[in-house]
């Protein structure tokens, strides 16, 4: 699987189940979103990572996961600790994933 793709893999993969529908339409929703948006030849490359860092937000559960992300440690820290974590937590996700979707070449995941 080429690495745009595997990215939006992963990165969806991870949805919480927020939504209405099984996890699997969920996630085909999702990843029906964003290749939408990475494949727009008609967006610049800054509007399609704030596009898809959008459809992340939804999908996503960024303060718990980066909650979890710290373990216990997270009670240890004040609740502006907290927040600073969780922001930074979601930048790190962003300059991992979404700042990769200019790799994406056209692929398409397949639900089996």
């Known amino acids: 699987m080429p690495t745009a793709a595997l990215i939006l893999a992963t990165v969806l993969?991870?949805?919480t189940?927020?939504?209405?529908?099984?996890?699997?339409?969920?996630?085909?929703?999702y990843t029906?979103?964003?290749q939408r948006i990475v494949s727009d030849d008609s967006m610049a490359t800054a509007d399609k990572r704030a596009s898809v860092r959008r459809v992340a937000e939804q999908v996503f559960d960024l303060?718990?996961?980066?909650?979890?992300?710290?373990g216990p440690h997270w009670a240890r820290r004040?609740?502006?600790?907290q927040e600073e974590f969780?922001?930074?937590?979601?930048?790190l996700l962003d300059r991992t994933y979404i700042?990769?979707?200019?790799?994406?070449?056209?692929?398409?995941?397949?639900f089996t």
Not at 17 to 29: D, K, T, Y
Not at 78 to 81: M, N
């Open 17 to 29: 189940a927020a939504a209405a529908g099984s996890p699997s339409e969920q996630l085909r929703r």
């Open 63 to 70: 303060a718990e996961t980066a909650r979890r992300a710290l």
């Open 78 to 81: 004040t609740p502006a600790e």
């Open 99 to 110: 700042s990769k979707i200019e790799l994406y070449g056209g692929e398409r995941l397949t």
């Open 32 to 34: 029906d979103e964003v």
């Open 13 to 15: 993969g991870l949805a």
């Open 86 to 91: 969780v922001r930074l937590f979601s930048d």
